[in-house]
C-alpha cells in the first residue's frame, strides 16, 4: 500500500514565524501535491512538482514556497506565517505508472497560526 | 477547462437506506474518474475509480460507473452505515490535459443516523 506521512497532524504557530510542513512517501512517486482545505472552499491546490528540484504553482501559491531535494520527500514551507493561512493542510503523491494518476494523500496537518 | 459538479449537501439518511450521490464532469480529453472519501480530521482516502467508458468501480459496498454519454459518474450504496458518514468527493484526472492534476468536485457530507 501506498503510504504518505505528513510531519505533524496539528501545528500552533505565531504570525511570523516560518513554518516547515514536511511530507514523504515511500511508493517511489514521481508527482507530488500540497493543498489547503478550508470549509465552504474546498480543496485549493498550492503546489505541485513532477521531479526532484522541479516544481510549479498551483492556484494558491501566494505566501507559500516549496521544496523537493529528494523524490520522497516534498516541503510546504511558510516564509512568515499569517492567521490567514491558519488551515488543514493535505500532501498527495501519485506516478503516472498507474495510468490514470490517482493522487494518494497523506493525514493532512491542522495548522494554527495565532 | 475541467470541472466537476457534484450534488450538494449534506445529506442525511438512516442506516440501511440506499445512497446515491450525483457527480457529473466536462473534460476535454479521456479522463479517469475517482472517488475519495475523508473521514473527519483524516486526509482523503482512495474510494475507487474507472479509467474508461462502461468500467465500474467498486469498493466496500460503494459502486460508480463511468457514463461517456452523460459526462456522470454517480457513486451508488445499496444499504448504508452509520460508519460511512464522511465527505465524498468526486474528481477526474484529464489525461488530454494537464495530466499531473486533478480537479476536485465540491465535496457531499454524509452522515448516517442509526
Known amino acids: 500500500d501506498v503510504k504518505v506521512t505528513q510531519s505533524s497532524r496539528y501545528l500552533v504557530k505565531r504570525t511570523g514565524e516560518k513554518v516547515f510542513l514536511e511530507c514523504v512517501q515511500d511508493?517511489?512517486?514521481?508527482?507530488m501535491f500540497w493543498y489547503r482545505q478550508d470549509p465552504g472552499l474546498g480543496l485549493r491546490l498550492i503546489y505541485f512538482?513532477?521531479?526532484?528540484?522541479?516544481?510549479e504553482k498551483g492556484d494558491i501559491p501566494e505566501g507559500y514556497s516549496v521544496s523537493r531535494e529528494k523524490k520522497e520527500r516534498f516541503s510546504l514551507i511558510l516564509e512568515s506565517a499569517s492567521t490567514n493561512q491558519t488551515s488543514m493542510y493535505l500532501c498527495a503523491s501519485s506516478s503516472g505508472r498507474t495510468g490514470s494518476y490517482e493522487q494518494y494523500f497523506g493525514p493532512g496537518t491542522r495548522l494554527t497560526v495565532t | 477547462g475541467d470541472s466537476v459538479t457534484q450534488m450538494e449537501g449534506p445529506v442525511t439518511l438512516s442506516e440501511e437506506a440506499c445512497l446515491t450521490i450525483n457527480c457529473t464532469y466536462t473534460a476535454t480529453g479521456y479522463p479517469s474518474l475517482f472517488w475519495y472519501v475523508q473521514y473527519p480530521g483524516e486526509g482523503l482516502q482512495l474510494l475507487l475509480k474507472a479509467t474508461k467508458a462502461d468500467d465500474k468501480g467498486s469498493n466496500k459496498g460503494f459502486e460508480a460507473t463511468y457514463r461517456k454519454e452523460t459526462t456522470s459518474f454517480h457513486l451508488e450504496k445499496g444499504s448504508v452505515q452509520v460508519s460511512d458518514s464522511a465527505v465524498y468527493f468526486c474528481a477526474l484526472s484529464d489525461l488530454g490535459g494537464s495530466a499531473r492534476q486533478l480537479t476536485f468536485g465540491s465535496g457531499t457530507q454524509l452522515t448516517v443516523l442509526p
Open positions: 511508493m517511489d512517486h514521481e508527482n
Open positions: 512538482s513532477y521531479d526532484v528540484k522541479m516544481k
